[in-house]
């Protein structure tokens, strides 16, 4: 699949790359990466583990981008949820939901909303350490589908429902 970063955003994917990169180099350094057993058996699965398999690629979109523009930037990733970030902050989440709910079904104009007024805000997250199984359980028990994950401060990347699913199917 190819995934393409908002071109305001311009560097977004390099950044959630490099971001990835310097935790994975550091915690092998310091141990933090997951516990394994001696026989070489995972004792839990990871966000880390999740995301080494999925790769780290984040969508994001600017607030002041409009639904239009987003939702071109979805089909074109195919995807069903980007970040909205200013300035390295996460401000939120815009997703197909949200498109639905909050643009189509009550008349709104997509080439004049603006992202930054329809999306979920705040968004859940969760660290690279995080086991896989109480993010699952955080996604179904708040009726949430993604997790962004931030490590020290910055987002390296974005989990779903469905890769955990796909995960635990393995």
């Given at each position: 699949r190819r995934r393409a970063d908002r071109p305001a955003e311009g560097h977004g994917r390099a950044n959630h790359r490099r971001a990835f990169a310097e935790w994975r180099d550091s915690a092998e350094l310091t141990g933090r990466r997951s516990a394994h057993a001696s026989a070489?058996?995972?004792?839990?699965?990871?966000?880390?583990?999740?995301?080494?398999?999925?790769?780290?690629?984040?969508?994001?979109?600017?607030?002041?981008?409009?639904?239009l523009e987003v939702s071109k930037l979805m089909a074109e990733a195919n995807v069903g949820s980007v970040i909205v970030r200013e300035e390295?902050?996460?401000?939120?989440?815009?997703?197909?939901?949200?498109?639905?709910?909050?643009?189509?079904?009550?008349?709104?104009?997509?080439?004049?909303?603006?992202?930054?007024?329809?999306?979920?805000?705040?968004?859940?997250?969760?660290?690279l350490a995080d086991d896989v199984a109480i993010c699952a359980k955080r996604l179904t028990g708040g009726h949430i589908r993604h997790l962004a994950v931030i490590e020290e401060g910055a987002l390296v990347g974005l989990i779903g429902l469905r890769d955990i699913l796909s995960w635990s199917g393995r």
């Open positions: 070489g058996d995972r004792i839990m699965t990871t966000v880390e583990d999740i995301l080494a398999i999925k790769g780290p690629d984040v969508i994001v979109a600017a607030p002041t981008s409009t639904v390295g902050e996460v401000l939120g989440i815009f997703t197909e939901r949200d498109l639905m709910r909050r643009v189509v079904a009550t008349g709104k104009d997509p080439s004049v909303v603006l992202v930054a007024e329809v999306m979920s805000s705040p968004v859940a997250s969760c660290g």
